[in-house]
């Protein structure tokens, strides 16, 4: 694999149709047995290009991961959801593509993440991970992060469990800057 550069920016318009690609291609590979397959192309195929330059429109907080020109992996973040949870912060989604996963991208996606939130004074956040998704789960342990609940989602005809961990936030930077790269 030639990498060449190796950045993580804020997602630009022009980043909807990979970001899309990245989606598709790691939500196959993280949920294909887990979640029903007719539901999980369902729901792939909602997060299409005009998604993702709707999301981006919206100012939607989104990196992505870039190996050389091209996009390999993103990360959502903003306000928590989980209002029960005593977190402010919270990571929705961290997706890498298959073949670069296992190199450290997630971990730098997530790093970015962890210190965007605490620029936007979010010195708390949580990550929640369906149980089943083994991979995440194990990430999101060796990151440090600690089961703090758990609930159930319904998707299509399944009543799947999910766990939420709980994380600090990074120190926000000096002069409060809100780059992410």
């Known amino acids: 694999m030639k990498t060449g550069s190796i950045g993580i920016r804020r997602a630009r318009l022009v980043d909807a149709a990979a970001i899309a690609e990245v989606h598709d291609d790691a939500w196959r590979y993280a949920y294909r047995g887990v979640l029903p397959g007719a539901e999980l192309e369902r729901m792939i195929a909602r997060r299409g290009p005009a998604w993702w330059e709707r999301a981006i429109q919206r100012r939607v907080s989104i990196l992505v991961l870039e190996v050389g020109d091209e996009v390999r992996g993103y990360v959502t973040f903003g306000a928590s959801r989980a209002r ?13 593509q298959p073949e670069y996963s ?8 997530f790093d970015a993440a ?5 620029n936007e004074g979010r010195r708390s956040f949580v990550v929640w991970a369906l149980s089943d998704n083994e991979a995440a789960c194990n990430f999101y342990n060796r990151l440090g ?3 703090v609940a758990t609930a159930e989602e319904t998707i299509g005809t399944a009543n799947l469990p999910k766990i939420a961990f ?3 936030a990074r120190h926000a930077r000096q002069g409060g800057s809100r780059s992410a790269s």
């Open 84 to 96: 029960s949870l005593p977190y402010k912060g919270e990571v929705y989604e961290l997706y890498i």
């Open 102 to 109: 296992g190199l450290g991208f997630g971990r730098r996606l």
């Open 114 to 118: 962890r210190t965007a939130l605490a």
């Open 145 to 147: 992060g600690r089961a």
């Open 166 to 168: 709980g994380f600090a």
